[in-house]
Every structure is written in structure tokens, then in C-alpha cells.
């Protein structure tokens, strides 16, 4: 059974750094598509970033150069590097597979931006 395990969330002000981990358990991410998603308050989850198997990365429109995905497929572990946090960045932040496993979403990881 996969188990997807974020961290990294917390509150910082505008402007921040954040770097989120997830850790990817009882699966292989080598040669499997990653991204971070993310769901705002009283919103949809929207996909964020992706990076793929060969480490090509692409990201949302409102990222605008602010994030940086990676991963470590020896660990299976998918990072994301945030910077320059606005205020409407605030969201539970997940990790998955892209498409994504839809019986394996993690508890996520807040993130909390003040203004």
C-alpha cells in the first residue's frame, strides 16, 4: 500500500521561504511523474508543480517563478523549495503521483502565510 508523507509546512510571513519533503512509501518513484498539489480554503486542490521521470519541471501559472520542485528517486522523496510566499499561497499542500493515485492522498502539510 502506498503512503505519502508531507512535511515542511508552518507559518511564515509574506515574503518566506518554505521547503516542503514528501516522503513516498510502498512504491518506486522512479519513472513515475510527481507534482504538488495544493487546496486553499473553500476550494478545489489545484496541481502546483510537476517534475517528471526525467526531471523535465513545469509549474501553475501563479507560481511565476517563486517555487523550485525536486526529487530523489534513491530516497522517494519529492521536495519543494517556496519562496517569496504571498498571503494566498495559505493551503494544505500534498504530494502525488501525476496522474494522481486517487485512494492514496497523505494528510498534507499546512501552510500558512501572514501578511
Known amino acids: 500500500q502506498v503512503q505519502l508523507v508531507e512535511s515542511g509546512g508552518g507559518l511564515v510571513p509574506a515574503g518566506g521561504s518554505l521547503r516542503l519533503s514528501c516522503k513516498v512509501q510502498g512504491a518506486s518513484i522512479s519513472g513515475i511523474h510527481m507534482a504538488w498539489y495544493r487546496q486553499r480554503p473553500g476550494a478545489e486542490r489545484e496541481w502546483v508543480a510537476r517534475?517528471?521521470?526525467?526531471?523535465?519541471?513545469y509549474y501553475a501559472d501563479f507560481v511565476e517563478g517563486r517555487f523550485t520542485i525536486s526529487r530523489d528517486n534513491a530516497k522517494d522523496t519529492v521536495d519543494l523549495q517556496m519562496t517569496s510566499l504571498k498571503d494566498n499561497d495559505s493551503a494544505v499542500y500534498y504530494c502525488?503521483?501525476?496522474?494522481?493515485?486517487?485512494?492514496?492522498w497523505g494528510q498534507g502539510t499546512q501552510v500558512s502565510v501572514s501578511s
Open positions: 517534475i517528471s521521470s526525467g526531471r523535465n519541471t
Open positions: 502525488n503521483k501525476l496522474p494522481p493515485w486517487t485512494s492514496y
